[in-house]
Nanobody
Framework: QVELVESGGGLVQPGGSLRLACEPS????????MGWYRQFPGKEREMVAS????????KYGDSMKGRFTISRDNTKNTIYLQMDGLTPEDTAVYYC???????????????WGKGTLVNVSS
């Protein structure tokens, strides 16, 4: 019913910047938090950043502090990830996710986007 549409990935030189966007498409569920994860080849996904829908509380992974910024446009129900000072170690597939439901009464499924590749290379 609801899909997470990601955009903004691609090839960037070391030290450069990219901005990822994730917009929910469709209706029928309530989203109370959204975030970004990334996955390196052969490894499990790790949390990059998250933001709640109402208050807008943010959380970052340790390696992303000071370089990445998550934000929300409430009018568009869209989240963004501004990535600065990129290094080759940031090369990964980045996934948007969303937590659904009406906590604490009901928790729905976690939604995932299809992923967008960020390739940091000269």
């Amino acid at each position: 019913q609801v899909e997470l549409v990601e955009s903004g990935g691609g090839l960037v030189q070391p030290g450069g910047s990219l901005r990822l966007a994730c917009e929910p498409s469709g209706s029928g569920v309530n989203i109370y938090a959204m975030g970004w994860y990334r996955q390196f080849p052969g490894k499990e996904r790790e949390m990059v950043a998250s933001i709640t829908t109402g208050i807008g509380r943010t959380k970052y992974g340790d390696s992303m502090k000071g370089r990445f910024t998550i934000s929300r446009d409430n009018t568009k129900n869209t989240i963004y990830l501004q990535m600065d000072g990129l290094t080759p170690e940031d090369t990964a597939v980045y996934y948007c996710n969303a937590e659904t439901g009406y906590p604490p009464q009901y928790y729905g499924p976690t939604l995932w986007g299809k992923g967008t590749l960020v390739n940091v290379s000269s």
